[in-house]
């Protein structure tokens, strides 16, 4: 069976947006996991979809130009990244979408479709978020791994993905390694 691995960027007290919604401490939203030989199907949620569709079209059509959402350039490795998504089919968990603009983009209704999508021959599958989701998945034993990159940042009342998890969840530590300055990678097998 494939392994459902969520992977997020988070603050040390477990965020993974601020208060005004969205990460601003995150420099570039490429995998920096090593997930990427892996996976071969990425799963979000409704919510995260449009945002998300949104960044990587406009780094798709104009690589070389200012992101509208950071006013930054796109980064190196978000340009690897764009890549691989190009070729590699989405999924996006949601009862309220009617329509998603990408091609290699289908939608599934319930969590029973992710454990179907987890029974079918392939690589393993990667979890992108958004936090409800991932906490949503955890508690329906879905998640096999969980893998953080771990900013030197308290951001304080904001979301993440483990605000409602319902019951304990026992970790075995995978891997741990600094990716950056003050950032650290780690990465527990969901017991």
């Given at each position: 069976?494939r392994?459902?691995?969520a992977?997020?960027?988070l603050?040390?007290?477990?965020?993974s947006?601020?208060?005004?919604?969205?990460?601003?401490?995150?420099?570039?939203?490429?995998?920096d996991?090593?997930?990427?030989?892996?996976?071969?199907a990425?799963?979000?949620?409704?919510?995260m979809?449009?945002?998300?569709?949104?960044y990587?079209?406009?780094?798709?059509q104009a690589p070389?130009?200012?992101?509208?959402?950071?006013?930054?350039?796109?980064?190196?490795?978000?340009l690897?990244w764009?890549e691989f998504?190009?070729?590699?089919?989405?999924?996006?968990?949601s009862?309220?979408l009617?329509?998603?603009?990408?091609?290699?983009?289908?939608?599934l209704?319930?969590a029973d479709a992710?454990?179907?999508?987890?029974?079918?021959?392939?690589?393993?599958?990667?979890l992108?978020?958004?936090a409800?989701l991932?906490?949503?998945?955890?508690d329906a034993?879905?998640?096999?791994?969980?893998?953080?990159?771990?900013?030197?940042?308290?951001?304080?009342?904001?979301?993440?993905?483990?605000d409602?998890?319902s019951?304990?969840?026992?970790?075995?530590?995978?891997?741990q390694?600094?990716?950056?300055?003050?950032l650290?990678h780690?990465a527990?097998?969901?017991?």
């Amino acid at each position: 069976m494939r392994k459902l691995i969520a992977a997020m960027k988070l603050s040390l007290d477990g965020r993974s947006e601020g208060p005004e919604g969205y990460a601003d401490w995150v420099d570039a939203w490429s995998e920096d996991y090593g997930l990427m030989d892996r996976v071969d199907a990425c799963l979000l949620g409704g919510r995260m979809y449009p945002g998300y569709e949104q960044y990587w079209t406009a780094i798709r059509q104009a690589p070389d130009q200012p992101l509208p959402m950071t006013g930054r350039l796109p980064h190196p490795a978000e340009l690897r990244w764009s890549e691989f998504l190009q070729r590699t089919p989405h999924y996006v968990l949601s009862t309220t979408l009617k329509t998603v603009g990408w091609p290699q983009v289908q939608l599934l209704r319930h969590a029973d479709a992710v454990r179907d999508l987890k029974a079918q021959p392939g690589k393993d599958i990667y979890l992108m978020g958004g936090a409800g989701l991932v906490g949503s998945m955890l508690d329906a034993g879905l998640v096999d791994e969980l893998h953080g990159i771990v900013y030197p940042l308290l951001v304080g009342p904001a979301k993440g993905p483990f605000d409602r998890l319902s019951q304990r969840r026992e970790l075995k530590l995978l891997d741990q390694r600094q990716v950056g300055e003050g950032l650290i990678h780690l990465a527990y097998q969901i017991r």
